[in-house]
């Protein structure tokens, strides 16, 4: 019998003194692997090259055992050649009444063909794993997205029209928005018309003071705008993928301004935008000097009341962390728990699951590791991507060929106002919870401690929104099964962001809502949808409601100060870290 060599082994020893560079290679290897990769994700845009080779060889495979499938596809354009006009899936491209004149009805009715021959082609495949069926059938769309008709003047012909209309001046003006949002680019100056929406200015303006800041986030405290308030306060975690202020936009359409105009005492996270120095702060981090330090704070500038905990997105994610480590330590200061398209099981998370899979996951932390953080480009790159004809190619058409120029307002200049991701969070974010959901399977660990959601008990009130492709609604609607407690859902329209802010008064709003008492049977999401009554106008007024009948203290007399000696109010909001570049 030989024993094996190992490190610690007399051989081992003998040949590492002999030749020093055995032991070291593999380090060494390592490391010019994640240089390259990082040096190589700049080219990509961040995609790996090895994920896609991957899937598109998966796809092949699967594609070429379905002989069946492979001859429907190739008479599926005979079958269509003579099909009248059709509208097609809702397509805002093809909305002018030109595009059902001949030829260009022609150019829609085949750009649709394509679409469904390549949905055919790359969907339901027997055998494919559904992580490659949608990422091929991403890339496909992105394909047809950047050949579709609407994009070049020859097949549009509205641009034709402008064309005709203007001289050729709309061209001309198409260059002109052209350099002048390459100058920007390049100069890194922020997009045209943002200037009129300044943080403090004209956006974020809720009066009050930073009551606290740590190296990763300062507390805002709103001032009081009625003579009585409620008992209890309302902290609210937003994602750190974004600034707080969306919550806090202009007067009209302010959630923040709105609330403290209920009666309500309100406390808003804004997060610090990360750099180089912070690549190692890590979710444990952002739980103990984020989310954890702001409850401190709070119940100590409230003593003797509960706290209103609310996140948003992945503050809504943190939020639920939180309450379930809270839950672990058989700490009750929660008196209840509210999610804005917020996920804590991510085995449905939407579109975002093309860009997070292993293979992404590895060369994207290659990426970040050489810079230390996510770049707001990149993320803005990928969101992009998820609605590329209306958020990418659209705008080219409109603003170069046709030379127009949107409007910039409130909603879209906060977009432009992105942040960045720490390194070891963002990796830890998407090993974790994304890709192996360790928080929903009970093995996630925090602080110390392992969490999982059943232990939460607290009511909740979840809002999904019907066209988010960040959150998907039926992923949020799963916070009925893996919490403990009521919980009330609201579905309202819009998306991600717009969803969201929905102030009352806007006749264009709906949303359904209805309860689940636990303990008793849950419906699936699309049943829940049948049945839950709907409403017109603003979720906002549901949430009040029920923030209302959670409160067992009776209203009290306003703050008239902010803070207390131990928390002392720092400056005005909306303070420094929402100022970041």
């Keep these: 019998m030989f024993d094996p060599i190992t490190p610690e082994s007399p051989v081992a020893d003998s040949r590492a003194s002999a030749n020093p560079m055995t032991w070291l290679a593999p380090d060494m290897a390592d490391q010019a692997d994640q240089t390259w990769q990082g040096w190589l994700s700049h080219f990509t845009f961040g995609l790996t090259p090895a994920g896609l080779a991957e899937t598109g060889f998966a796809w092949l495979s699967h594609l070429t055992l379905c002989p069946g499938r492979l001859a429907e596809l190739a008479v599926l354009p005979l079958t269509h050649l003579h099909d009248p006009f059709a509208e097609g899936p809702r397509d805002s491209r093809f909305r002018s009444e030109l595009w059902k004149q001949w030829p260009w009805r022609q150019y829609v009715q085949n750009f649709h063909l394509a679409q469904a021959f390549w949905d055919r082609a790359t969907l339901d495949i027997p055998g494919l794993a559904p992580a490659h069926a949608r990422s091929i059938n991403f890339v496909a769309h992105q394909v047809l997205n950047a050949l579709s008709p609407a994009n070049f003047w020859l097949t549009n012909p509205e641009i034709q029209k402008a064309v005709r209309q203007s001289g050729g001046q709309n061209l001309v003006q198409g260059l002109i928005h052209f350099y002048e949002d390459w100058q920007r680019r390049v100069t890194g100056q922020r997009p045209k018309g943002m200037d009129a929406f300044i943080p403090g200015r004209t956006v974020a303006v809720t009066p009050g003071r930073v009551v606290f800041r740590n190296d990763l986030i300062e507390l805002i405290q709103y001032a009081p705008q009625t003579a009585d308030v409620h008992a209890a306060p309302v902290l609210i975690l937003p994602a750190w993928i974004m600034k707080y202020y969306i919550l806090d936009l202009s007067p009209h359409n302010s959630l923040v301004k709105w609330l403290v105009g209920q009666g309500h005492t309100v406390f808003m996270v804004s997060w610090k935008n990360p750099g180089s120095v912070d690549r190692d702060k890590g979710m444990d981090d952002y739980m103990r000097d984020g989310a954890l330090a702001a409850l401190d704070a709070v119940s100590d500038i409230v003593p003797g009341q509960k706290v209103n905990l609310a996140g948003y997105c992945l503050g809504g994610t943190l939020a639920l962390i939180l309450a379930a480590w809270l839950a672990v330590k058989r700490d009750d200061r929660l008196q209840s728990l509210s999610l804005f398209a917020a996920q804590g099981d991510f085995t449905e998370a939407g579109e975002l699951s093309v860009f997070v899979t292993d293979s992404e996951v590895a060369y994207l932390k290659n990426m970040m590791r050489a810079q230390g953080y996510l770049d707001t480009r990149q993320m803005a790159g990928a969101f992009q991507m998820l609605r590329s004809s209306e958020s990418l190619w659209s705008h080219i058409v409109r603003d170069y060929w046709l030379g127009q120029r949107a409007e910039m307002f409130d909603l879209l200049a906060w977009n432009a106002d992105a942040t960045r991701m720490p390194y070891r969070m963002h990796s830890e974010y998407l ?36 066209s988010d492709h960040v959150a998907p609604w039926r992923s949020v609607y799963k916070v009925h099964q893996f919490t403990a407690g009521d919980v009330t859902f609201a579905l309202t329209n819009g998306g991600h962001n717009a969803g969201i802010v ?31 009554p709907c409403h017109t106008g603003s979720w906002w007024l549901a949430w009040d409601d029920w923030l209302s009948r959670q409160d067992k203290a009776a209203r009290q007399s306003a703050p008239v100060a902010f803070g207390n000696a131990r928390f002392p109010p720092l400056e005005a909001a909306p303070g420094l870290y929402v100022h970041q570049p």
């Design 431 to 466: 090993e974790k919870l994304f890709l192996q959901n360790a928080f929903i399977n009970g093995h996630y660990r925090v602080l110390g401690e392992t969490v999982a959601p059943e232990n939460i008990t607290l009511p909740v009130f979840a809002v999904g929104t019907e």
């Design 502 to 532: 929905s102030e009352p008064g806007r006749t264009d709003r709906h949303y359904c809502l209805a309860e689940h008492k636990a303990g008793t049977p849950l419906q699936s999401p699309d049943d829940w949808r049948a049945g839950a």
